[in-house]
């Protein structure tokens, strides 16, 4: 099992720029993909970006292209988010998988998850 500690949430202005990070110990060399899902308010928990770490390999939902970037650095997990709008504000969560079948799954169901981070991006 994994453990994912997030941190970096908070508030920002429309326009402005947040870094996410994922802290991650535990079985670490089992993982096989690490990602970043958020949940608004009403709405269900959406996959935000994904790192699938051996193929080093990156990938996206069309609609956080160009404004979100995933990076790992060794247990490290970063999210660069830029021109934040309040439509972004939402619980963002950290996710890994020791499941090579699941990280390459369209539909992505992770099997450890972090406690999440709040982001509220005000107009």
């Known amino acids: 099992q994994v453990q994912l500690v997030e941190s970096g949430g908070g508030s920002v202005q429309a326009g402005g720029s947040l870094n996410l990070s994922c802290a991650s110990s535990?079985?670490?060399?089992?993982?096989?993909?690490m990602g970043w899902f958020r949940q608004a308010p009403g709405k269900e928990r959406e996959e935000v970006a994904r790192?699938?770490?051996?193929?080093?390999t990156t990938t996206y939902p069309d609609s956080f292209k160009g404004r979100f970037t995933i990076s790992q650095d060794k247990t490290t997990l970063t999210l660069q988010m830029n021109a934040l709008t309040p439509e972004d504000t939402a619980v963002y969560y950290c996710?890994?998988?020791?499941?090579?079948?699941?990280?390459?799954?369209?539909?992505?169901?992770?099997?450890?998850w972090g406690q999440g981070t709040q982001v509220t991006v005000s107009s």
């Open positions: 790192i699938l770490l051996h193929a080093h």
């Open positions: 996710a890994a998988d020791t499941s090579n079948w699941n990280c390459y799954s369209a539909i992505w169901k992770p099997s450890d």
């Open positions: 535990g079985s670490i060399g089992d993982v096989d993909c």
